[in-house]
């Protein structure tokens, strides 16, 4: 069948991207969903970091490839062997399969699930696939997902299934922005109740961790950023004090309003300095967490004595350390009941059209979580 989509030909164009115009709105074909896999129409999908840095060629990935990994739609068609799903579901996706059968999967950490990160390297579905071709050229999927398109073919792996009562624009945060920042501060930091938190990259999925931070009972939450745009929507999200960690003396500033620093600091800014000031802003026996994906070259320069004398915990978190389908539901459930108002991260809804237009703002820190609606 045919599909219109936003198509990544080649990486690491001039900017602005409404001008340069990177991806690319075409038709393509879809194959038919094979062996446990599912046809999705795809509702609503949002503009991600990560996208961006498939984009600017910070996270190379094999092209041409059909980008967009936060989405939600509804289920119009099953391949063979499908089990949990149904024509008319509602599902969310989760950008890493989880095969559920791997030694990680078997060990509730489906976020390091071996061949669902062997096929998003590869930029196919679980099964080594790939569905999307135009003119006899076969096209790459993005995390399993490719969410900026009417219609996608995708592993029934890589779909939550949930209520029809939650409005696709909300339901598609949860796949990326929610799972990563909730998770990183529920699953990986583990923060206790009256903990104090301090998180250092204010974008979808940093106010998305302030969500959750409030929610799970953070005593005094901490927001850092170099916008001050940012460092002002952060208060609206439940932050107490922000900061700017650019800034000289910050890093005082901050142990002072803490005691000497903070239970559990999280980065997702992607830059070395601002791992760097989550690192120094933990206090002894806390722990740093980062969830951000910097250019895979750069480094982070580090005391090991710090970690041994101080009894810190560095740790990295990737999907939240969440396992999709346990966590979504349970995150959604949290919404309903108003605990979790991932609606205020929505500050546009778009048009696939529209879409390199969202980059660039995306690019310059103008916007929160885009949505395209179809
Ligand atoms: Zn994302
Ligand atoms: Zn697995």
Redesign the pocket.
């Known amino acids: 069948m045919n599909s219109m989509a936003a198509v990544l030909h080649q990486m690491n164009l001039e900017r602005p991207y409404s001008k340069s115009a990177p991806l690319k709105i075409q038709k393509v074909n879809l194959d038919a969903p094979g062996f446990n896999e599912v046809l999705v129409k795809i509702k609503a999908a949002?503009l991600?970091?990560?996208?961006l840095s498939v984009i600017d060629g910070n996270r190379p990935r094999p092209l041409p490839m059909v980008l967009g990994?936060?989405a939600a739609g509804i289920v119009i068609g099953l391949g063979k062997g499908v089990q949990k799903l149904a024509v008319g579901d509602h599902v969310v996706f989760a950008?890493l399969p989880s095969c559920g059968n791997c030694s990680y999967c078997h060990s509730g950490k489906a976020a390091l699930c071996e061949p669902g990160a062997e096929a998003n390297g590869k930029g196919t579905l679980i099964g080594g696939h790939q569905r999307i071709h135009n003119q006899g050229e076969y096209y790459h999927h993005h995390l399993g997902v490719s969410g900026f398109a009417e219609f996608s073919v995708v592993s029934s792996h890589s779909l939550i299934k949930i209520d029809k009562d939650i409005p696709f624009e909300i339901a598609s945060l949860f796949g990326?922005?929610v799972m990563?920042g909730v998770g990183a501060v529920v699953n990986t930091a583990q923060l206790k109740f009256g903990e104090s938190l301090l998180v250092v990259g204010l974008g979808?999925?940093g106010l998305s961790a302030i969500l959750g931070a409030a929610s799970a009972g953070a005593s005094k939450i901490i927001a850092a950023d170099i916008n001050p745009k940012k460092r002002a929507i952060a208060k609206q999200f439940g932050a107490h004090y922000t900061i700017d960690s650019s800034e000289k003396g910050a890093l005082e500033v901050l142990k002072d309003l803490t005691n000497g620093g903070v239970d559990v600091a999280l980065e997702f800014a992607g830059a070395i300095p601002a791992l760097d000031f989550a690192f120094h802003a933990t206090k002894k026996g806390g722990t740093t967490v980062t969830a951000a994906l910097p250019n895979p070259n750069a480094k982070l320069e580090l005391s090991p004595v710090t970690l041994v004398g101080q009894e810190k915990s560095l740790k990295g978190s990737y999907l939240g350390s969440c396992v999709p389908s346990r966590d979504i539901p349970a995150y959604i459930e949290l919404y309903k009941s108003g605990r979790l108002p991932v609606e205020k991260l929505i500050s546009h809804r778009i048009k696939l059209e529209e879409i390199n237009n969202g980059f660039e703002r995306l690019a310059k820190g103008n916007a929160l979580r885009q949505v395209i609606l179809f």
């Not at 991600?48 to 996208?51: K, L, N, T, W, Y």
């Open positions: 949002g991600c970091h990560s996208d990994h936060e950008f990326c922005a990563t979808g999925v």
